[in-house]
Structure formats: C-alpha cells, structure tokens
C-alpha cells in the first residue's frame, strides 16, 4: 500500500471524527455529518474497487448503529437516542479497516487489546470535547472497550471479505 493513501486515510478520518465531534458539541452535526459523507465518498473515489468497500461500510455502519444503541439504553450516556453524527462518524471509521488498519489483518489479539485501551480513549476525548456526556463514564467506558474489542477484530475479518484496496 502507497504511504500516501495510508496518511490521507489517516489524516482525512481524523478530520472527519474531530468535525463530528466538534460540530456535536457545538450544536451543528451537519458539518460533521457532511465531512464524514464527503470522507466516505473520497474513500470510494481513491478505492480501485469501490464496489467491495461498499459492503463493509454498510456493515460497519450498521455493526455502529448496534453498539451505540446499547450504549445509549444502557443509561451510561445522556443520550435517549443514536444521534445522526454517530452514525456518520462508524461510517467514516469504516473507510480505515482496509487502509491504515490494514496491518491489524489477522492479529486479533491486537486488534482487541488496541481497541479495549483506544477506543475509550477516543469516546473519553469526545466527552471532554462536549459532545457525549457521561451519566456514569467508569461503567460506560468499560462497555465501550469491551465492546470495542469484540467488534473491532469482526471488522477487520469482514475487511478481508470486501476489500476494495487487495491487489489482483
């Protein structure tokens, strides 16, 4: 894989997460919600087969739509239902499982460990940026890195299934 199209993956997902979460907190999810679309559509513009990234991004998107309503009926986080950005946000997550997480590929048990401890992280900096609030941040980051461990690894196989970026 090109470095270039590693770090412009890199780089355009963290713009894509910094934008919904700070257009969350900031009360105007539609900038996030449309850097994450613009986000996808640039993946499946660079992506030799763009067909096969389709599938995963909708699983992806759809595995988030999953883990995060249960995060939010667990009662951990302010949050009655899925907000819109957060749906967004796994979509934009998904362009990475066949990019730069690509080495993650059959390293399951790193794949896990990396999301229990990032994943956290990630929601923990999302809180302290104002756009998720805790009820309970201990019992809810612990659900998240639990969760996180168990759907990341699941991605990654899905990635190898509908990879848009395998050489022929």
Known sequence: ?????LVLNVVVYQCAWFACVLSAAAHRSYIGIAV???AVLLHLYVAPAPRRELPLIGLATLAGVGFESLLAASGWVQSPVLPVWMVALW???ATTLNVSLRGLRHRYLLCAAIAAVGAPLAYEAGAALGAVQWVEATPALLLVGAGWALLLPLLMRAAQR???FATP
Do not use: L, V
């Open 91 to 93: 979509a934009a997550f």
């Open 1 to 5: 894989m090109k470095a270039a199209r």
């Open 162 to 164: 509908f990879d848009g």
């Open 36 to 38: 994450a679309a613009a």
